[in-house]
């Protein structure tokens, strides 16, 4: 099992930058491929981005490359999502997620059903 607890959502202004964090415990943390997720009010959680276990692959919803940024220490268990020039329409609940990579380290998967273990969601409300 790995227990997965996001922090650092908030209030910003559009165009304002905010930092998630998502701390991990329980199994070998390291060996996980972690994704960031978001659910806006009704509408259907979609990918964000999706980090490697070893951090040397990464990949991005295209409405937010060049903006956001998904890094990963495994010293310390935590996976962060930078988030910069935030839009009005892109506050929803974030959720992280592990994904088993079977030792692969190029593993980063997209998709939801990839995914093993997610956390409670973090909200993030940017204002116009």
């Known amino acids: 099992q790995v227990q997965l607890v996001e922090s650092g959502g908030g209030l910003v202004q559009a165009g304002g930058s905010l930092r998630l964090s998502c701390a991990a415990s329980?199994?070998?943390?390291?060996?996980?491929?972690m994704g960031w997720f978001r659910q806006a009010p009704g509408k259907e959680r979609e990918f964000v981005a999706a980090?490697?276990?070893?951090?040397?692959?990464?990949y991005y919803a295209d409405s937010v490359k060049g903006r956001f940024t998904i890094s990963k220490d495994n010293a310390k268990n935590t996976v962060y999502l930078q988030m910069n020039s935030l839009k009005p329409e892109e506050t929803a609940v974030y959720y992280c997620?592990?994904?088993?990579?079977?030792?692969?380290?190029?593993?980063?998967?997209?998709?939801?059903?990839?995914?093993?273990?997610w956390g409670q969601g973090s909200q993030v409300t940017v204002s116009s």
């Open positions: 980090i490697s276990w070893s951090g040397g692959t990464s």
């Open positions: 997620a592990a994904a088993s990579s079977s030792g692969s380290a190029h593993y980063a998967p997209t998709r939801r059903a990839q995914y093993d273990y």
């Open positions: 329980g199994r070998t943390f390291s060996r996980y491929a």
